[in-house]
């Protein structure tokens, strides 16, 4: 299974996720957009997401509440600023956690060769310091595992019988 790449490089306001899926482009847009496949893969797996909103249309808003054992909560919100099925979703994106610091989160879906999709998630934060404090409490670990889950998922989708 291809892994994730995740680049965050020193003095940039960025984060950079790509990750080579094996599944078709709709497929995996389908996995980014569904209410039911969101809790499936969001996340670490420790966590558990409820969909709280979920409007994946220009303007739309959305909010994730996540979960731990121990009852600790992890709420996250934004706006949908452009949706491109099956290409690309724009949307705001701010961890409750850290409220004021509103990245801007692009993901485009690039169909390749085989039936599989490349999939760029590129976060801009306001500040360096936003962006070293997403990476210091998680951000990496939890969008690698979430990553891993979503392609998990996505072949068990592949591999039901019709």
């Known amino acids: ?12 306001q960025e984060i950079l996720v790509t990750r080579v899926f094996d599944a078709p482009r709709e497929l995996v847009f389908r996995m980014y957009s569904d209410v039911q496949a969101i809790p499936k ?7 558990t997401t409820v969909v709280e909103k979920m409007e994946v249309r220009k303007g739309g808003i959305w909010r994730f509440l996540q979960k731990d054992a121990d009852g600790n909560e992890h709420a996250f919100n934004g706006v949908y600023h452009d949706c491109v099925p099956p290409e690309k ?7 409750e956690g850290n409220p004021g610091n509103v990245m801007l989160e692009t993901v ?14 590129h976060t801009i934060f306001q500040t360096l310091e936003a962006r070293n404090w997403m990476l210091q409490n998680g951000a990496e670990k939890g969008a690698s595992e979430g990553m891993d889950r979503l392609a998990e998922l996505l072949a068990n989708i592949k591999n039901q019988p019709r």
């Open 108 to 121: 485009t879906l690039e169909a390749l060769q085989e039936g599989r999709t490349k999939l760029t998630a």
């Open 41 to 47: 893969w969001w996340g670490p797996q420790y966590l």
């Open 1 to 12: 299974m291809a892994k994730s790449e995740i680049a965050a490089e020193p003095n940039k």
């Open 89 to 95: 979703l724009v949307r705001t994106f701010e961890y």
